[in-house]
């Protein structure tokens, strides 16, 4: 009865995190962010999946990435600059924050 539990309990936070991730994908790709960016090869800035690996286990890194794509900056990954994103909401900046995170 208690792996039953543990199972289910697992299975919820799955669940209700795959429409985050999906979204924030979408939500990536409809912002041009896919522009600059790929899941897993460098192209004009950072595969999404080394900026993961780099902010993992810090706790303020959604925080901080969500200020750094709206505000946009440069030094991080090399001298190329990140423009600022103002107009992308920020619901749907956290989404792809955590979407970026969760890889």
Known sequence: MKKMLIGAAGAMVLLSSA????????LA????????HAVDKKMVGPSY???AAKYKGQGDAEAK???KVKK???GVWGSTPMPPNPAVKDDD???????ILSL
């Not at 790709?29 to 600059?36: E, Q």
Request: with cysteine; glycine share 12%.
């Open 19 to 26: 429409p985050v991730f999906a979204n924030g994908e979408a």
């Open 29 to 36: 790709k409809a912002n041009n962010c896919m522009g600059c």
């Open 49 to 51: 999946k080394d900026v």
């Open 65 to 67: 990435l969500v200020d």
């Open 72 to 74: 946009g900056g440069t």
């Open 93 to 99: 900046l956290k989404t792809i924050v955590k979407w």
